[in-house]
């Protein structure tokens, strides 16, 4: 499998002033094309810099991928790092000028004189066409190697990468190969527990299994290299049993699925159609629940209709969230009440409060999805 990585280009991104989205897409896209990600490299706006990243990854991977850097000012240095990287002066392309002015006349304006400098390019560059900017692309090959130079821009980098990279890394590489991922989602059980019943299978090399925590859930990655889609999932499947027999009765759900969703359709299997929700210093939960409450409500009436479940009657639910500064710290206490069992659970939040709201939303469905499986 051939080997890939990413440079993204722009002291705005070191200094926390934008999120570096194109790093997830290019990384995203590079692993659905079959190429291993190995490295993701955030450089500011300094040529000497940028030139020795581009230089270091060339050297270990076939095709290296940039952006950012490439607009019509002083601090817009990608041009001049790749010549100076190549050890190849910049070179006046004069149908790259012409396509910059073409593309300024349909806008309706007219370039500036600084405008001319990204019609410059390394000696050894093949310039690409930006037909959604002003910012043409460019890529050099070294031996067997590739290094793309892309807009910082996302629109037009996704552009470019879609119609222009892509079909070149088609002609130029032979990958052999893709990378297809299930995600396991759970929730009532802490990264540290999942690693010590699963740990063994995190050594595999092919599937790899990892684990990524968020607030109050954790998920399990496994991810299959192979020649082919069905090949990887035959690789995926007995990884993913044994999974299940591990962890299964705190899974929530796979891949696309959400915890909120899952927790809605679980009420309605299990027949519940009457759910009163109750928070307090908790506003944020009001539009959650109001919705979940529309979601269960149409839902167990379209299935009762079709008699879906063989419900007989309805079951209640009341849920009651309620938060409170404690010490500095917030505690939450989660209640549930189906007129017959009373279950309470209560929380300590000790994170950023930037996490509060995913944190107790997490923590509430999870405490519901738990409760109703418990009761089979």
């Known amino acids: ?20 989205t194109n790093a997830q897409y290019l990384a995203a896209i590079l692993n659905k094309e079959g190429f291993d990600v190995y490295r993701v490299t955030t450089v500011g706006d300094n040529c000497a810099r940028i030139a020795q990243v581009m230089k270091e990854a060339m050297q270990r991977s076939a ?20 010549a100076a990287a190549f050890n190849v002066p910049l070179v006046f392309q004069k149908e790259l000028w012409t396509q ?29 066409r930006n037909l959604v900017g002003t910012a043409p692309a460019f890529y050099i090959q070294q031996d067997a190697s590739f290094l793309c130079c892309l807009p910082g821009v996302p629109s037009e980098m996704h552009f ?31 990264e540290s527990q999942i690693d010590q019943l699963i740990g063994h299978l995190e050594k595999l090399e092919n599937p790899t299994v990892g684990l990524a925590a968020h607030a109050g859930s954790v998920d399990i990655r496994i991810t299959a290299k192979a020649r082919d889609r069905q090949t990887a999932k035959e690789l ?35 027949g519940y159609s009457q759910i009163s929700f109750n928070q307090q210093n908790l506003s944020f939960l009001s539009k ?20 879906r479940y063989n419900m007989e009657g309805t079951k209640f639910l009341t ?14 206490t989660l209640t ?31 405490f519901i999805f738990k409760y109703i499986n418990q009761k089979g």
Request: proline share 3%.
């Open 1 to 20: 499998m051939a080997t890939a990585e990413i440079i993204t280009i722009g002291t705005e991104l070191l200094l926390g002033a934008i999120t570096d």
């Open 63 to 82: 095709l290296v991928i940039t952006t950012g850097g490439l607009g019509p000012t002083i601090d817009d240095p990608t041009r001049e790092a790749a």
């Open 100 to 128: 910059i002015e073409d593309r300024f006349r349909e806008l309706g304006r007219k370039p500036t004189e600084n405008n001319e400098r990204q019609a410059y390019l390394p000696e050894n560059a093949i310039g690409v």
């Open 160 to 190: 470019l990468m879609e119609n222009e990279i892509i079909p070149f890394i088609h002609r130029s590489f032979k990958t052999q190969a893709i990378l297809v991922t299930t995600v396991v989602h759970t929730i009532g059980i802490g």
């Open 236 to 270: 995926i499947s007995p990884i993913l049993e044994e999974i299940n027999n591990l962890v299964g009765q705190f899974v929530y759900g796979y891949d696309d699925t959400t915890l909120v969703n899952a927790v809605c359709d679980e009420l309605v299997r299990k």
């Open 288 to 307: 959650l629940f109001a919705d979940v409450m529309i979601k269960i409500h149409t839902s167990y009436a379209e299935n009762k209709l079709k008699n």
């Open 319 to 332: 849920i009651n969230a309620a938060a409170k500064d404690v010490k500095k710290t917030r505690e939450l």
């Open 336 to 366: 549930i009440d189906d007129e017959k069992l009373k279950a309470t659970e209560s929380h300590k939040f000790l994170n950023s409060l930037d996490d509060f709201e995913e944190w107790v939303i997490t923590r509430t469905m999870g």
